[in-house]
């Protein structure tokens, strides 16, 4: 089974970003940056964005071509790649269209879809989130919960915009 270890401490400022844009009713998406060995993607650097770059609406989340290539550029001098998007969702957590046709596939990525903005105690219930696994084809398949590991280890924080990158 492939799984998926995120520190903590990763999964808290993931948490809170996606809180903060929620509270204006908007969706809000970071990344998991790490490396994968024997089935299990460990994620090391922890992504979030900002503007310029992206675009945050009520039902949108866009992120332009040039943040796009500066999360490229940042995955190239980490030596990392994206193992995980982790996305908010105004009520429950699924896997949209949107989400199966415009986020990263790439095999192996893992997409996690939290429920309610972020906002309610129970969105931050592991067990209320959507997991979904990119196959080898592209589609996205349903996982569980259970797939992310929450651990104690340690995580970079760096935000992205269309400018670069710099540690939190």
């Known amino acids: 089974m492939t799984a998926l270890c995120l520190p903590r401490v990763g999964l808290d400022a993931v948490m809170h970003d996606l809180e903060s844009f929620g509270r204006d009713g908007t969706e809000s998406i970071a ?14 650097s922890v ?23 500066k999360l490229t550029e ?17 009520e429950e957590a699924w896997h949209s269209d949107t989400d199966d046709h415009h986020l990263f596939h790439a095999p192996g990525i ?12 129970a969105a931050r219930d592991q067990s209320a989130w959507a997991v979904y696994r990119c196959a080898n084809g592209g589609a996205f398949e349903a996982s569980t919960p ?23």
């Open 31 to 44: 990344f998991g940056l790490g490396r994968r060995q024997d089935g299990v993607a460990t994620v090391m």
């Open 47 to 69: 992504v979030l964005a900002e503007e310029p770059g992206i675009t945050r609406r009520f039902g949108l989340l866009r992120l332009s071509e040039r943040w796009m290539l």
């Open 146 to 168: 259970t797939a992310v590991d929450v651990t104690d280890g340690d995580a970079s924080l760096i935000i992205v915009s269309e400018d670069g990158w710099r540690h939190a």
């Open 110 to 121: 893992f997409s996690v879809v939290v429920p309610d903005f972020a906002q309610s105690a």
């Open 74 to 90: 940042l995955c190239e001098s980490l030596e990392q790649a994206v193992v995980m998007q982790f996305h908010s969702h105004p």
